[in-house]
């Protein structure tokens, strides 16, 4: 357990096993505690680096805006710092789409890519999902103090006090009328796509997204010899509140890391 200095940040991480790095990033209004179930499975064979966004579990707020591209810049710093060229990472969710950015504005630090549960738009979300979204506001800080996301909050935060002001930023955030799609085709690294089958993520945004890095366009032959690069993973019985916690994700990562 340790804080990097990164970007004015505080950084809180913690590293589990050894061999080659993977950095997992966390969704939101949570912290790295949610990939506990599966951090055994992940750390056997590799050195695990769980970090804690600005704002959530153990790192603190500073005065900026909740926005992937700067969560992606401290990424990018904190693999830096530790002496690593680069690293396979895993973003879930929020984590998911730092991991994006990290992957097309700082390239040079990721080796393979797993994203999971995430669209490149914001409308590959289901209506009702972007609806909900649309919908928190600020006003919900005060009814989610009866929530486990606040109960851990309080208990880790260094500011607690800051609940408000991070559920504003995560308003503002879920807000964003995001548009990747040109920025597709600029992931260099081998990309792994990880769904639950009752995704929030509509089925034909994930086909779309695999199509655009070039998987399942023509038939791979029976030799395999038309296999793309990039790899989708449909976990079943998941859905994206519990997708993370499924022994299926350690072991569709670990078989592509592998």
């Known amino acids: 357990m340790a804080y990097a200095d990164v970007n004015g940040l505080s950084l809180y991480y913690e590293e589990h096993g050894s061999g080659a790095p993977l950095v997992l990033l966390h969704g939101g209004v949570a912290g790295s505690e949610i990939f ?36 992606a810049g401290d990424v990018a710093a904190l693999i830096g710092q530790l002496g690593l060229e680069r690293a ?7 984590g998911g789409v730092v991991a994006f950015r990290l992957a097309v504005e700082h390239p040079e630090r990721v080796h393979r890519l797993i994203l ?14 972007v609806a909900a979204f649309d919908a928190f506001s600020p006003d919900v800080a005060e009814p989610m103090k009866q929530s486990p996301a606040y109960q851990h909050y309080a208990q880790h935060a260094p500011r607690p006090d800051d609940w408000g002001e991070h559920i504003a930023k ?8 995001y548009d990747w799609t040109d920025d597709v085709p600029k992931i260099a ?27 399942g366009l023509r038939d791979a032959g029976w ?8 790899q989708l993973a449909i976990l079943p019985g998941t859905t994206h509140y519990d997708l993370h916690l499924s022994p299926a994700l350690p ?6 890391l592998q």
């Open 36 to 71: 506990a179930p599966i951090l055994p499975a992940l750390a056997a064979g590799r050195r695990v680096i769980a970090v804690d966004l600005q704002g959530h579990g153990r790192t603190g707020e500073i005065d900026r805006p909740l926005r992937p591209e700067l969560l």
């Open 189 to 215: 690294a081998r990309t792994l796509l990880v769904y639950a089958d009752a995704d929030s993520i509509r089925p034909d945004h994930i086909v779309e997204f695999f199509g655009r890095l070039g998987g």
């Open 170 to 177: 995560t308003s503002e955030l879920l807000k964003d009328d």
């Open 223 to 230: 030799d395999g010899a038309n296999r793309p690069a990039n």
């Open 88 to 94: 396979d990472v895993l973003g879930y969710s929020l």
């Open 116 to 129: 999971v549960s995430i669209p490149f738009r914001r409308d590959g979300s289901h209506p009702e999902v």
């Open 251 to 256: 072991a569709a990562v670990l078989s592509f």
